[in-house]
């Protein structure tokens, strides 16, 4: 064997190794978080159907958010900063402290438990990071992994929490950095999502509700006129929730300084609010609302639902209450739409489901995995009314963000304007 072919030969073989490394990760990693993410999702769905089954409890709102303001404190995450911190992580390629999944998982079933109105898939990206960084330095993986291994863990708690394997896989590629892709974490985030996937089935079948929107208007010029509208609209509303969320952060911090205080006004004014609504519609992620605006045609919501969950969630987290804000995005994208489908020439189901995708599309600023989740969630009949509105949403809503830490690598409309923040 000459050498030119002996280099070709471990050349290739090294490779093999390598994706032989990452495919066993994805394995390993989609078992173990999968395992502990689906379980999360069921103590989740455990507390949800209590508080709904015995609605006096929400009272206790208050003292659940002082609860774990010293749960935080006890296990010195004084300053929680959720998905951010995740986020900073794979930019810098950091730790994500072990602690944060204990931290995030028993905060987020407590805030569920009293009706905090926030979601869980949110919080599924930081157990997923933490998780993975751990299972990464139990295995002894390299430092110059670690951003893979973190990207891995995120793929298998989505995927296992909301049932979209395909959508996890892409999702937290994509969603790290705005504008470039890490390919090379790709092969383990696919393996651990399905993985993940296959295990939440098992562990909890059936646990997500079937939406099937009926009454598809064949897409046409009118009807791609008025899905630019409506992509418009979305975009605007997801900027308004991302900035109402941030500075409702803002304004909690800068007038109550202690924290416990601050819990404390927080639920307070959840459960005024939500003795003012006379529902508790508003309160915990909403799923089931979302089920009903798709799945129900003769369902009816008011027309500004979609603002009521913007202040029930601002205000919730506000107070240093956990959980994610992603189900709530698709709450009020899903109310918004069911609102203004009429107007749009669209059912009220179409309407609904389009208007969950592309407010998720505005306040994540991960277009391709907003089409992999409407796909997942809705099928493909509607592929053309997503492929316009993810790309009008994307464009429209400008570099804001849930997430502080996301990195706008390239400008949304001037590819020369690199390194940007989001809003």
Known sequence: MSKKEDDLFYNLLSKLLINLKWMFFGILTGVLVGTVSAYFGKAISIVTRFRMANPYIIFALPFAGVCIVYYYHLLGARSPRGTNLVLDAIHKEQKVPLRMAP???????????????????????????????????????????RRNTILCGMSASFSALFGTPLAASIMVIEMSTVGIMYYSALVPCVISALTAHFVAEMINPGAEAVMTVSEITPFSVKTGGFTIIFAILCALVAVLF?????????????????????????????????????????????????????????????????????????????????????????????????????????????????????????????????????FELFGFDMSSYLLLGVAITYLFSGNYSLYASQKIKFNKYDQSITDTKTH
């Open 103 to 145: 931290l995030i998982i028993v905060s987020t079933v407590i805030t569920h438990l009293f009706g905090g109105s926030v979601g869980r898939e949110g919080a599924a990206l930081q157990v997923g990071g933490s998780l993975g960084n751990a299972i990464g330095q139990l295995v002894r993986f390299n430092e110059k992994d």
């Open 242 to 374: 991302c900035v109402v969320l941030h500075e409702t952060k803002s304004i909690a911090k800068n007038y109550i300084k202690n924290p416990y205080l601050r819990a404390l006004a927080a639920g307070v004014l959840v459960v005024i609010m939500t003795l003012l609504v006379d529902s508790q519609t508003y309160n915990g992620a909403g799923s089931d609302i979302i089920a009903k605006c798709i799945n129900d045609p003769s369902y009816r919501i008011v027309p500004y639902a979609f603002l009521l969950k913007i202040i029930f969630t601002a205000v919730t987290l506000s107070g240093g209450f956990q959980g994610g804000e992603i189900v709530p995005s698709l709450f009020i994208g899903t109310t918004f739409g069911h609102a203004l489908a009429g107007v749009c020439g669209m059912s009220p189901a179409l309407g609904s489901a389009l208007g969950a995708i592309l407010v998720f599309c505005g306040v994540t600023n991960c277009p391709i995995a907003s089409i992999l989740i409407g």
